[in-house]
């Protein structure tokens, strides 16, 4: 009976690293069907605009090649936030080897999802200047409620944006703070969470300071962290 109860726990175990790996496989799929849709699109709106640079204008034929991009570049910016939430949600751990693993993998991977944030709003950009360029050949008179009206839509682009990424933020530092207030009981975890917190704190900073985000909520606790890494690496 013990047998085959050992037998059975390997089949378990050796099952689960299968499912886990089939999975991996799935979200790999996804992130490169994402990412070849935002490709798809990058090229093209670059095409678009040579075409408009050279002929001095969006023609009806340009504008059909590119009139349906915007809901490509907002699925995959609404993909690349949903990846950031996901690592937030992870750092809601007490655990401080649970953290170390979430904050790490949020270390690694939130300087792809923050590259894709930035070229969609690049391309959303590109768009917005096609746009503009089809209103004032087709209804000049909307031209200027137009750039109003993509103006507003930038800023709250923007705005979901910095909120996505400062609870990001918020969810490190609540980490940082469980790894000092444990950093006796885990000499090794506790500094790998601080360090990681400070490195996605600067990815996060670079990128607000790109896109002309506030980035106040990122210098505020710079010198607490600071203290924390110290505490953590005696």
């Known amino acids: 009976e013990i047998r085959l109860s050992l037998v059975g726990s390997e089949m378990c175990i050796r099952d689960s ?21 935002m490709i798809g699109v990058d090229m093209m709106l670059e095409e678009a605009m040579t075409i408009r640079r050279e002929v001095g204008g969006v023609s009806e034929v340009t504008w059909s090649k590119v009139q349906g991009s915007a809901m490509t570049i907002a699925r995959t910016q609404a993909y ?41 709003f690049y391309l959303q950009e590109a768009m917005g200047v096609i746009e503009l360029d089809r209103i004032f050949r087709s209804s000049p008179e909307e031209l200027d409620q137009h750039r109003v009206a993509l103006r507003t839509a930038r800023a709250n682009r923007a705005d979901l944006i910095a909120r996505t990424t400062r609870q990001l933020l918020d969810r490190m530092d609540g980490a940082a703070s469980i790894a000092n207030s444990k950093v006796l009981l885990n000499p090794i975890e506790s500094p790998t969470i601080v360090r990681s917190r400070n490195k996605v704190a600067g990815a996060v900073g670079d990128f607000h300071a790109r896109l002309g985000i506030e980035a106040a909520a990122e210098s505020v606790s710079y010198t607490h962290l600071r203290a924390h890494e110290t505490k953590a690496n005696l």
């Open 80 to 120: 690349a936030l949903r990846q950031i939430d996901a690592l937030a949600e992870k750092l809601e751990s007490k655990s401080v080897s649970d953290l170390a693993d979430a904050s790490k993998k949020a270390d690694r991977q939130v300087q792809d999802w923050l590259a894709v944030l930035a070229h969609c």
């Open 17 to 37: 690293a299968i499912i886990d790996e089939k999975v991996d496989d799935v979200l790999r799929a996804q992130k490169d069907a994402v990412l070849a849709d």
